[in-house]
């Protein structure tokens, strides 16, 4: 799988090992992204958190396809409908958005409801990095294709 395919398309199945690899390397390149077009992004000022700047926001936007598309690649693997994976992407779009318009960002100023959403976010994408990057994959081909990682 080229590296066009691994960070862009939804199909086919990738094992654990690759999934940790992606989501370390997008990581590592949001971080670095960030540091150069919002610097300042989630810092602190006079007890309130600021939310991104627009250019950050973009750029965190952009970052959920690859994001997603891992996961997808990896809900394939364990047999799980590839929907969850978009499900999460579109759960992280919704993140990015919220966080520019000042939601979600400090618990110490959030409504009860808010509250309740970031918490849920978060027992999503921590299900979610749970199940991927855990739980072995589907034994053999399955109806996303080829075991990646040679099993019969």
Do not use: C
């Not at 997808?72 to 799980?80: A, L, Q, S, V």
């Amino acid at each position: 799988m080229n590296l066009s395919n691994y960070f862009f398309s939804a199909r086919g199945r990738i094992g654990r090992q690759e999934y940790w690899l992606g989501l370390l390397v997008l990581i590592a390149v949001s971080m670095a992204v960030t540091a150069v077009v919002d610097p300042s992004a989630m810092t602190v000022e006079n007890g309130v958190v600021k939310p991104p700047s627009f250019a950050g926001t973009v750029w965190n936007l952009l970052i959920t396809w690859p994001s997603a598309a891992i996961a997808i690649k990896r809900f394939n693997d364990r047999d799980w409908p590839h929907w969850l994976g978009y499900a999460l992407g579109g759960l992280m779009a919704a993140l990015v958005v919220a966080n520019y318009n000042g939601l979600l960002l400090d618990p110490e100023v959030m409504s009860p409801a808010e509250k309740l959403v970031l918490l849920g976010l978060v027992i999503a994408f921590f299900w979610s990095i749970v199940e991927n990057g855990f739980h072995a994959g589907t034994s053999g081909a399955n109806r996303y294709g080829p075991d990646p990682v040679g099993g019969q």
